[in-house]
């Protein structure tokens, strides 16, 4: 089929590239001319692992193009796709002016059987609403509007839409329907569930998942709070929980508190939908609380850790990206707790394997490095921040051998405590015990003590 994207972002691109790999034609738009021109010379403008490959694959076998003018990109087009940014307003509700001007400039171009597809995340009614706009546009002739959410996650965006849970197509007439299906049968046949609905319904399904898997995240993070407490290890815990088919072991593994470009945005715009039709969603106006608390709460325990005069101190942070395979930066944890550091006047020196460049523009004052080992150099404290597999991989010893102080802040459960401890490390992880502890349960060197104060606990 002949498809257009509007909108060459993460979404955009791998959408664009992915169906163009599945047999599609695909012109892809941008508004930002230079995204385009960048793109044509085969310079890819985000990093997702594989997608520089599949992009260059698909264009020299002439399925996929970049195109900066709207009426070439649009002409002679099945389905265009809307693939453009659609933020925070400051009450929390989404911003759809991008949706908005996207659907007021292919209006006059669109065929008269064309349809429409939004696939950015957009609150319950915006369909319609776009349908509205666009037959206002073209003097009343009406275009099918479908609702298409995109489930894919930055990092593994291929695979996840190439091989995804679930298609969920939102459609308010039958022919347009049959015209997805179409489109994604190619998916369907490899097994992919596929799932038509309203429009309305698969708008409120892509808000309600990612609010369902926002909560899990916000869960397990308090429940690692309470291991720690309790002397236990939240990665044996969310292990044998997620081992309950009803709960799923996804999404349980506690961090710095979640980030990116869409939990946080999709879950403010959750509640104020919920504010706005008057069905409150207590649960998830508690989590945005919660998870802001977290960013926080981990700044202050790093502070606490250097303890005395922190002015003095330097804090080695590895890792900036929201998570790991990928550079972008939007609402990271790094964002919050390296102000915070540097305002209680602690010096922070910074590494990540992708984000830097994203990063400079964002967090001033910070001493760029160019590996997590020079970072380290004279560093009171190294926090572990995002869980690139390299930093999985660290010679601890060396890291340990260029710090000053001896302090390992692994808020992400990367690295063995008991290695660490090995390295002439202090260990702090999230939710689970200090190497002493995990040295007594594997009745290492080291554990009397963790055994002594195991047996005398009340249970
Ligand atoms: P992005 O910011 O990476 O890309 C959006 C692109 O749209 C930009 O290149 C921008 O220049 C372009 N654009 C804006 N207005 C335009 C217009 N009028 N015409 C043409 N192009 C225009 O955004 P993204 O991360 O790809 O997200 C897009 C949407 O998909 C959002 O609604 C997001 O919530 C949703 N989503 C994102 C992800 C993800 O992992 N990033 C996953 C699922 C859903
Ligand atoms: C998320 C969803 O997983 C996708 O299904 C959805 O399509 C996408 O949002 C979206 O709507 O845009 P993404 O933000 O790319 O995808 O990344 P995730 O892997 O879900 O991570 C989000 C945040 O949660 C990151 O900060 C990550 O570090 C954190 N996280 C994730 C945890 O702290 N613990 C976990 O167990 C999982």
Redesign the pocket.
Known sequence: MKVAI???????LTTGACLADLGHQVHV????GQ?ISRLCQGDLP?YEPGLRELVNRTRARGSLSFAGDLTLALADRDLVFL????PSLAGGSVDLS?VQ??AR?IAPELGADTVVVI????EAGTARAIATLIAKVRGGRPIAVASN??????GS?ISDFLTADRIVVGVDTKWAAARLATLYAPLVQRGIAYVETSTVDAELTKCAANAFLALKIGFINEVADLCEAAGGDVLSVARAVGLDRRIGSECLRPGPGFGG??FP??IRSFAASGRRLGAPQGLIETLIDRNEHRKRQLAQRVLDHLGGDVARKTVAVLGLAFKADTDDMREAAALTLIPLLQAAGVKVKAHDPQAMERARGLLPDVIWCSSPYDAAEGADATVLLTEWAVYRELDLSRLARRMRGKGLLDFRNLVDPVAADRSGLTYVGLGRPGFSSHAAWRGERGGQAARQSLAASPV
């Open positions: 509007i909108g060459a972002g993460y979404v955009g738009h941008d508004v930002d995204r985000i693939c453009v940014g659609t991008q001007a996207a400039s696939k950015s995340t957009v959410p995109e489930f894919l996650r930055e965006a470009s869409c945005k999709d």
